[in-house]
């Protein structure tokens, strides 16, 4: 009886022990991940735009169709961006007005509709807006859980 | 009596014992799975029956956008719902389903796409289906009810097995009796047969569905899933786009998806200064796009760091899809389908909409209804045979001998064990409980007719 007992226990603990192996995450194929970069900067001429990094992991994207929608005061307004450099594209700035910008930007990359959106504040923002950015900045960088 | 004849004897008188004790031992518990399966395996017959109201729409003109759907569900529900899910209908007819927790109860909000009006909700917990599936899967009692079932199931191949090694005609082969009931022989005889010959119908059936319903197990299909996946003979451990993710959150947390997709890790959403979320119509646009099965799930992201999930178990294995979205730009971080499974890993997928009884169709959920029902006869008539012959003052089983008298009875045991290392646990409280116990008290060993020269 002892004998049976100590028998199957012991392989019944060996078997637990098969659980227990290496991972083999580098078996399996993995793709980069797609990511953009929104931002108002110096277009180059003295002037400033609203750009967009697009790159594949690290690579930067070329030849993309990137549509920019920029949203000011309830108005928008829709545009084709155009290629600066290796996986940057810009749209423009001449001629805003100081305020909040909702920037939204749509570009298919890989069969994906990549739509990154952001708020970008141009001179001087009123106490709403502020509140707006901020409380944004605040959700979208773990400051606020739900 | 020769010496072989003596061992077939013992060896034939020890398998009925074990056969015995787990039948009537595992009975109840194999009469709830064979009704309640045998209901299941209709669920979505019995739900489109149940909730026509709920899920038929007229389809007129266009449909609203899904934001604004949720934007009518949040009016109507207070802005402190949290929305939860969102379930586009797969046909022109069907209402779209979006989940919502409403004070802590989950609730299923049912709407028209071309009004945008309310069509009606269904308190989640109270779905009859679900209802049923807790009773099959845990028997309602969470992590334990989910232990016994394990158990259930592996002692019921158990009582394939040695049911098989019994029933085995040791003389002439007859049609009557092994293929096909004596109806006309005395009551005895014709329960016997009730017991034996659904068994040799569908016990191959019955091991499949067994052996397929253990993956869901907490226990053995947990580790078959760990097993097979560290091998790279199932399901790949994770399949993301970019770095691996940090977060040690499993798909099963956020959103409800293929087996295959339960362990896949959560990959998580790149956040940064004033990023605004995607828009539910993004994430449909993108599910579209991407090709997922019609009748997907939106799961929405639980906090800042958190995706969008899309979810897809259909009817057949080879249009699951579990996908993260990054809540911050719509790209994909992780896309997980049927064709990135292993051999092994397809062949578990497939096994699971065969026990469901969705990958056929109609073929499928009769072959299944055939089996629940082949099992409810074998267990009534097994319990009916051994209260025919009860006696009042014992259990009226066979004669116990030491199992390792028999060598080769003790190496299937230890077999078993092995491969359903429950079943080795209860083998081992068996053992002790016949050790400490049942040989040493009087009344112990005549009820459960245990001869003192076997100690």
Redesign the interface.
């Known amino acids: 009886m002892k004998k049976v007992l100590t028998l199957i226990l012991s392989m019944f603990l060996l078997s637990g022990c098969l659980l227990d192996t290496p991972d083999n995450v580098e078996d399996y194929h993995i793709t980069e991940r797609i990511s953009v970069n929104i931002d108002a900067g110096d277009a180059g001429s003295g002037e400033n735009a609203f750009q967009f990094y697009v790159q594949r992991g690290d690579e930067p994207l070329d030849d993309l169709d990137v549509a920019v929608e920029v949203i000011y005061r309830g108005e928008s307004l829709t545009q084709e961006a155009e290629y600066v450099s290796p996986g940057l594209y810009q749209v423009p700035l001449t001629g805003l007005e100081d305020g909040l910008y909702e920037v939204r930007m749509s570009v298919e990359v890989d069969g994906q509709l990549i739509t990154p959106a952001k708020y970008i504040g141009i001179g001087q923002l009123t106490a709403e807006e502020e509140a707006l950015l901020e409380g944004n900045a605040a959700q979208s960088s773990g400051g606020h859980h739900h | 009596m020769a010496d072989h004849q003596k061992k077939s004897a013992k060896a034939y008188q020890t398998i009925w014992r074990w056969h015995f004790y787990a039948g009537i031992i595992i009975a109840p518990v194999l009469l709830v799975l064979a009704v309640t399966g045998a209901i299941y395996l209709f669920k979505w017959n019995i739900e489109d029956f149940l909730y026509e109201d709920l899920y038929e729409i007229e389809a007129e003109g266009q449909q609203t956008s899904p934001s604004v759907l949720v934007s009518n569900v949040q009016a109507l529900y207070g802005e402190d719902v949290?929305i939860t899910r969102y379930r586009p209908g797969e046909s022109a007819e069907r209402s779209v389903e979006i989940g919502i927790s409403d004070n802590g109860v989950s609730k299923t909000v049912f709407m028209n796409p071309y009004n945008g009006y309310l069509v009606g909700e269904i308190n989640d917990e109270e779905r009859v289906m679900d209802i049923i599936e807790k009773i099959h899967g845990e028997l309602m009692a969470g992590t334990m009810g989910d232990r016994i079932v394990e158990l259930v199931a592996g002692w019921t191949i158990i009582l394939v097995v040695t049911g098989y090694y019994l029933f085995w005609p040791r003389g002439k082969f007859t049609l009557w009796g092994t293929l096909l009931p004596r109806l006309k022989k005395n009551r005895r005889m014709l329960i016997r047969d009730i017991h034996v010959v659904p068994a040799v119908w569908i016990s191959a059936g019955l091991v499949f569905l067994l052996m397929t319903g253990m993956l869901w197990t907490g226990f053995w299909g947990d580790?078959v899933q760990?097993?097979t996946t560290?091998?790279?003979v199932g399901y790949?451990?994770?399949?993301?786009?970019?770095?691996?993710p940090v977060s040690e959150i499993v798909t099963e947390d956020v959103a409800e998806v293929a087996w295959a997709a339960e362990t896949l890790p959560v990959p998580e959403s790149?956040?940064?200064?004033?990023?605004?979320?995607?828009?539910l119509d993004?994430v449909v646009?993108?599910a579209d796009?991407?090709g997922v099965h019609s009748s997907y799930q939106v799961y929405f992201p639980s906090?800042?760091?958190g995706v969008y999930t899309l979810s897809a178990f259909p009817d057949r294995a080879e249009d699951e899809a579990t996908i993260h979205l990054?809540q911050?730009?719509?790209?994909?971080?992780a896309d997980y389908r049927f064709d990135?499974y292993e051999p092994l890993g397809k062949v578990m997928a497939i096994g699971i909409t065969l026990h469901k009884g969705l990958q056929y169709g109609i073929w499928n959920q009769m072959a299944g209804l055939a089996i629940c029902i082949g099992l409810l006869l074998i267990v009534i008539s097994g319990l009916w045979m051994w209260l025919m012959r009860k006696p009042s003052d014992s259990m009226g089983a066979p004669k116990a001998l030491?199992?390792?008298r028999i060598k080769w009875t003790?190496v299937i045991?230890?077999g078993f064990?092995?491969f359903f290392?429950l079943v080795?646990?209860s083998?081992?409280v068996i053992?002790?409980l016949d050790?400490l116990l049942l040989k040493r008290v009087a009344w112990m060993r005549k009820f459960f007719n245990i001869r003192q020269e076997e100690q």
């Open positions: 949290a580790g760990r097993i560290n091998a790279g790949p451990p994770s399949v993301w786009v970019g770095d691996a790149v956040t940064g200064e004033a990023y605004i979320p995607v828009t993004d646009a993108q796009r991407l906090g800042p760091e990054d911050y730009t719509g790209a994909v971080l990135q030491a199992i390792h003790l045991l230890i064990s092995l290392p080795g646990l083998v081992i053992f002790l050790y």
